[in-house]
């Protein structure tokens, strides 16, 4: 009887995806300044950065529209005061009262997991990447997530190999197959130990970047 000491790299986080330069402004930052940053650099949103570079709110278009709503002399009183808080902020015009507070923000070594679930549970779009302290590190999107998905097979294909496949088969892993097309993995070949085959496959689904995997392996003879 022998033990399977499986190797696995470490898995991509918020750093390895982000975007290291940010465009924020500053709490005093006016409506039509804000607009402006928006336009000119073609982002949806921008972080509000205060002393230290922490991280105080965020400021999106829907923050800013709500101006352009609330022009709509149409509005009953009844109906504005259902929308108070909308109303106070349509008023304002600068960025620390415009700004959504507290920004919904994620740590660099996150996993990309973790902040898919958290872009999903918040409804948010993009995430500030702060520091232990709340300083900005940077920005992540949900493009930035799909980014692993962008790995080359050939690259996938060593990965799985190397973390996988030689680990969990020692004694036959140049028997096996590693084929990567288009992000999905076949495993094909013999091996000895079968009962290690659907975790292969699972060990194989969670290296990054991998779209779905094939496992085609089957029992070696004459054990």
Do not use: N, Y
């Not at 960025?95 to 507290?102: F, N, V």
């Amino acid at each position: 009887m022998h033990t399977t000491e499986v190797v696995s790299t470490r898995p991509f986080t918020v750093a390895d995806v982000m975007t290291g330069t940010v465009v924020t402004v500053p709490p005093g930052a006016e409506f039509k300044e804000i607009v402006a940053t928006m336009e000119r650099w073609k982002v949806t949103a921008v972080p509000v950065v205060g002393s230290g570079g922490r991280v105080l709110g965020v400021v999106s278009e829907a923050d800013l529209l709500l101006k352009e709503e609330f022009h709509d002399h149409r509005l009953g009183l009844v109906e504005q005061m259902r929308h108070l808080d909308a109303t106070a902020k349509a008023g304002s015009r600068r960025a620390g009262d415009l700004m959504t507070s507290p920004a919904v923000t994620v740590a660099p070594e996150a996993s990309l997991p973790q902040a898919a679930r958290l872009m999903a549970a918040r409804r948010v779009k993009r995430l500030p990447v702060v520091d232990a302290s709340g300083a900005i590190q940077g920005i992540v999107s949900r493009a930035d997530l799909l980014k692993v998905f962008l790995r080359p097979d050939d690259d996938l294909a060593a990965e799985v190999r190397h973390d996988v496949v030689e680990p969990l088969f020692p004694l036959s892993h140049r028997e096996v197959g590693v084929r990567v097309d288009a992000g999905v993995v076949t495993l094909s070949g013999a091996v000895r130990d079968t009962a290690l085959v659907p975790l292969a496959a699972r060990l194989a689904r969670a290296v990054e970047g991998v779209v779905d995997v094939r496992c085609e392996l089957t029992a070696r003879g004459g054990r």
